[in-house]
């Protein structure tokens, strides 16, 4: 065997259905492209119906099978109905990402009910939602991958992690739980844990260069991570290769969490 029907034996996406949420701008749409690239139809579900197109246009211009959804994640509804029109493009999936997600985090002391609750709502209960759409039918097929987007916040609290860290700690939790009920039917489930990343949802602490130079240099690799570094632990996690891991917490952090 070549090394190149090896690598794609083990890594190939080929005739996989993929939804990814938050596909549409950082770490989650790098992870839709690269899902895309490695062969799987993707379905993009976001907000902003700009960032969809540009997201699914550009996919397209790379010969690659994407389709998008607009949708509130925020709401139970919001989440039923994008399900169902996400599975509605190719068929069910036999990937989902949950990548969506809010980051509020006001200090302790000033977090009210509205921010904890949107934030649950958004970073915690629509994954859960997902999976209880999917997770099934996924055993039933006998494969699947279910793959989130975590934090560092949830084994650490600094930068008033509230809310936020919360809801990304339950989130780990969650896989865990997904792990143990579908993995003897050959669904993994498991988590990505980013270190300090330059995307949108990082805004505020981008704008602050002192801060991001200090977060820099807690990493091992001495910068801060970029939406494209998630790329190849997305596809090792969606592809057969990953089929003996599930209930992980994988961190892609350049050693932040070590140092």
């Known amino acids: 065997m070549s090394s190149q029907a090896f690598l794609s034996d083990l890594f190939s996406l080929d005739g996989r259905v993929a939804v990814v949420t938050g596909g549409s701008s950082g770490i989650g749409r790098a992870i839709a492209g690269a899902l895309a690239r490695a062969g799987a139809s993707v379905v993009v579900v976001a907000r902003r119906e700009s960032e969809l197109v540009a997201t699914v246009d550009e996919l397209a211009a790379d010969g690659c099978r994407a389709a998008w959804v607009s949708a509130d994640l925020g709401t139970r509804g919001g989440v039923a109905a994008a399900a169902e029109e996400a599975a509605g493009v190719w068929g069910e999936p036999d990937i989902l990402v949950s990548s969506a997600g809010i980051n509020l985090r006001p200090a302790m002391d000033e977090l009210d009910e509205g921010v904890w609750d949107a934030t649950m709502a958004l970073n915690l209960v629509a994954p859960y939602l997902l999976g209880q759409r999917f997770g099934p039918d996924m055993a039933e097929r006998g494969f699947g991958r279910i793959i989130h987007i975590s934090s560092q916040q949830a084994h650490r609290a600094f930068v008033q992690s509230g809310a936020y860290g919360v809801s990304k700690g339950a989130l780990e939790s969650l896989a865990r739980s997904q792990a143990e009920a579908w993995s003897p039917s050959g669904v ?55 089929a003996y891991v599930t209930g992980q917490s994988i961190f892609v952090d350049g050693g932040f969490s070590v140092h």
């Not at 200090?214 to 290769?241: H, Q």
């Open 188 to 242: 993994t489930c498991n988590t990505l844990v980013p270190g300090f990343v330059m995307t949108p949802l990082n805004a505020r602490l981008s704008a602050d260069p002192e801060r991001t130079a200090a977060l820099a240099a807690r990493t091992m690799v001495g910068r801060n991570g970029l939406a494209e570094d998630f790329a190849g632990a997305a596809v090792f996690l969606a592809s057969r290769a990953s």
